[in-house]
């Protein structure tokens, strides 16, 4: 299959691949985040939204929500399920804001689809320009030198009288600013079982390089990957949750 074609054919099954993701408590966490280190406005965009379950999270959380994605079938069903939002077909690379944002996140490690390094610094930059004064930016991301290419994320669900197994896990070969997640999906109906495979290109970086890419423009706390309390990173783990402060 080609780049992104298991998004963009099996869009569809989206939401059963995350189904095991907490949305109200990342959500929550990132509005705590917002109370503790933002400026308090109310005007939300979540970058790399799919199909809006975050968008509408924060929508019933009071704020003015809003996304973007690349993905025209994931903005459809995300326009399905916040109707009240605005969405836009955009690559977070150089994407604009008719109005400055208050809060902008970027979940499921989605910042990583920036490609390389050169992308990563052109998605900081416009995050930046897109951000009003003391504005927030959340997102979590992955080191890439504590990358295991064996471990595999996986989780099975049911829709109708089909049984699914996904699985996903994260491959870097050692040197240079590009890792791939690799992503699979097994279907059985009535005994007859179908997969699909893909990988999709995405940028390496250590937290060590991200800070140090983000150090000029914005304020950078690092924190555990935990969505249920609010503590520092503790230099080991190979996730991590990163609250920026516009400088």
């Keep these: 299959m080609t780049t992104n074609a298991l998004y963009t054919d099996l869009s569809g099954y989206y939401d059963l691949m995350c189904a095991d993701i907490d949305y109200p408590a990342q959500s929550q966490m990132l509005r705590r985040l917002h109370q503790l280190f933002g400026n308090q406005g109310r005007r939300h ?13 924060f929508i019933d959380m009071g704020f003015a929500s809003s996304g973007l994605d690349l993905n025209q079938p994931m903005l459809e069903l995300a ?9 836009s077909l955009q690559d977070m690379r150089s994407f604009a804001v008719a109005e400055a ?22 998605c900081l930059g416009r995050v930046h320009a897109a951000l009003s004064p003391a504005g927030l930016f959340c997102f979590n991301a992955v080191d890439k030198t504590r990358i295991d290419n064996c471990s595999w994320a996986r989780h099975t669900a049911v829709q109708g009288d089909s049984q699914f197994v996904f699985s996903s896990g994260w491959h870097y070969q050692g040197q240079g600013d590009r890792q791939s997640l690799r992503l699979a999906i097994e279907k059985t109906t009535q005994g007859v079982t179908q997969s699909w495979e893909d990988e999709h290109p995405m ?10 890419l983000l150090a000029p423009d914005f304020e950078v706390h690092v924190l555990a990957h935990d969505y249920q309390k609010i503590e520092p990173w503790d230099g080991q783990a190979g996730n991590a949750l990163f609250v920026c402060v516009k400088k």
Excluded: M
């Design 45 to 57: 965009l979540d970058l790399a939204c799919g199909s809006g379950p975050h968008v509408r999270h």
């Design 79 to 87: 326009r399905q399920r916040c109707p009240e939002a605005q969405f």
């Design 101 to 122: 944002q208050d809060l902008i996140t970027c979940f499921l490690y989605s910042l990583h689809y920036c490609g390389d390094l050169a992308g990563l610094g052109a």
């Design 203 to 212: 940028v390496a970086v250590d937290f060590a390089e991200l800070q140090q």
